[in-house]
């Protein structure tokens, strides 16, 4: 009797103790899965306001390249009384005494050509454009201000340093609109064909894809700490699963020990 007794109390303190490493196990595993939690949840907020800063300093970047693009020439009033100057809020440098230009049949290599053109009285070149990277041959386009002759047969620069070849002869001067507007080379509105404007939007587009790419990076971070969270909580479920099994098979070796007892006494 004295033996059965000693028996059941030793597996009453054996169950004692593996509940006792249940319940740690568990708890240990709970404080872990909150501390991946809490390091996830600082992390995405890490990488969220670095991608802001990011995409909000590339934009900054974008809005002062445009901002200090060469604007558009625009005819000025004055000229209707004979004073044939653009009124151009983009700083135009100081002409350099200009060589003899040389008449071509073609264009160099590299310089798009501009057909059936003319010039502006704000000095810019409107025509067809062909040879052109930026632009489908055919299209109408028009060129800012010239700051040599423009002469068919030649090349002609712009005072952002873009070059056209102006094949043929010009059209002469084209009419104007009454009133206070500005030139009409065509019913169709010209295009802008000067290379920093080009450069700009390529700017743009690459900012654009490297905000995307971050995105991206920051989706895959998330879903990656979500796995993680993930597996944690398995790991809990699983250490919950087996300290359930340990208190059972503890109680039922205690059941088993008091019936021993039991049929001993």
Do not use: H, M
Request: no cysteine.
């Amino acid at each position: 009797k004295k033996e059965a007794a000693a028996s059941a109390a030793e597996a009453r303190r054996q169950a004692a103790e593996d509940k006792k490493e249940a319940a740690a196990s568990a708890a240990q595993a709970r404080r872990q899965e909150a501390e991946e939690k809490k390091e996830a949840a600082a992390e995405a907020k890490r990488q969220q306001a670095a991608q802001k800063q990011a995409v909000g300093n590339k934009e900054n970047n974008v809005v002062k390249a445009l901002d200090k693009s060469t604007s558009k020439g625009t005819f000025s009033l004055f000229g209707l009384i004979g004073n044939n100057q653009s009124d151009d809020s983009s700083p135009v440098p100081a002409v350099r005494p200009q060589k003899r230009q040389v008449r071509a049949t073609k264009s160099p290599r590299g310089v798009p050509t501009l057909e059936r053109w003319k010039q502006n009285r704000n000095g810019s070149i409107a025509g067809t454009i062909k040879g052109s990277s930026s632009f489908e041959d055919g299209e109408l386009v028009t060129t800012s201000s010239i700051i040599n002759d423009a002469v068919g047969g030649t090349v002609v620069q712009t005072a952002s340093g873009s070059r056209y070849f102006l094949e043929g002869e010009g059209q002469g001067q084209p009419k104007l609109f009454k009133g206070l507007g500005g030139d009409s080379a065509s019913s169709a509105k010209p295009s802008s064909v000067d290379n920093t404007a080009q450069e700009k939007k390529a700017k743009a587009e690459k900012a654009k894809q490297e905000a995307v790419a971050k995105r991206a990076a920051l989706a895959e971070a998330t879903r990656q700490k979500a796995e993680e969270k993930k597996a944690a909580a398995s790991a809990v479920a699983e250490a919950r699963r087996q300290a359930a099994e340990d208190k059972k098979e503890a109680a039922a070796s205690a059941a088993e020990a008091r019936r021993q007892a039991a049929e001993d006494k």
